[in-house]
């Protein structure tokens, strides 16, 4: 039975895709079979594992409002092992279109329902906001990973999201939990970034991940290739801090089960 993890912060640009990408990737590379699913209008989980949104004919959004089943949306990535839920701009509609239907806040869980048994991990990229699209995944979630950049003012707005989880939890979704806490985009070279990394801990403690990922050059690159870091860049720093994190992630679901 496959484990769902959101990747979710309603802040912009905080490495949600680049960490939902890298993560899923790496824990392929380690023969863990992974569904990503992109519930993101951006679409760029999509386009990050090399697959042309112009060639998508369904997407995320023909689950989420025409009860397509997930198992006709489901395509190959360019990486083995890993499967895509694609998602293109037709998603932008879903938000407000998913307003008056019935279940509109449980439509994804009832899909992936159906398609867990095949997968022992499935991450959904989440948008920037906290609309419905991110109330589907945290309600269709068994935890979710925020991903924090190391920059002023990177607690902002957290309380925002706990609060949204803990309502998720009381109306939705009771089970969901707090996987754990990422440091994204660590300037090394700053003593801004240790002050975050401080800061993060002090509110956080043990769930924040020990792999920290670096700013690194090779990580901004690899989307534009359609490929995540590790076959981009196998030698990589940023390739080695996602597989630590991939690793500390399978061994947390260890300790658990
Ligand atoms: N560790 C990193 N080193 C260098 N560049 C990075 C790193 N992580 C992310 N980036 C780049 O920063 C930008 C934002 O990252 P990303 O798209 O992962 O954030 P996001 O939280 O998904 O954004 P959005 O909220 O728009 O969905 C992208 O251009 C990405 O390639
Ligand atoms: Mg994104």
Redesign the pocket.
Known sequence: MGKIIAMA?Q?????????AVNLGACLAYLEKKVLLVDI?P?G?ATSGVGVNKADVSQCIYNILVEDVPAKDVITQSSVPNLDIIPATIQLAGAEIELVPTISREIRLKKSLEMVKEDYDYIII?C??SLGLLTINSLTSSDTVLI?VQCEYYALEGLSQLLNTIRLVQKHLNKDLMIEGVLL??LDARTNLGIQVIEEVKKYFQDKVYKSI?????R??EA?SHGQPIITYDPKSR?AEVYLELAKEVMASGERVR
């Open positions: 912060n802040k912009g640009g905080v490495g949600k895709t680049t960490s993101d951006q760029n990229d948008p920037p991903p994204t985009m990922i670096p700013r690194n050059v990580l901004g989307p940023g």
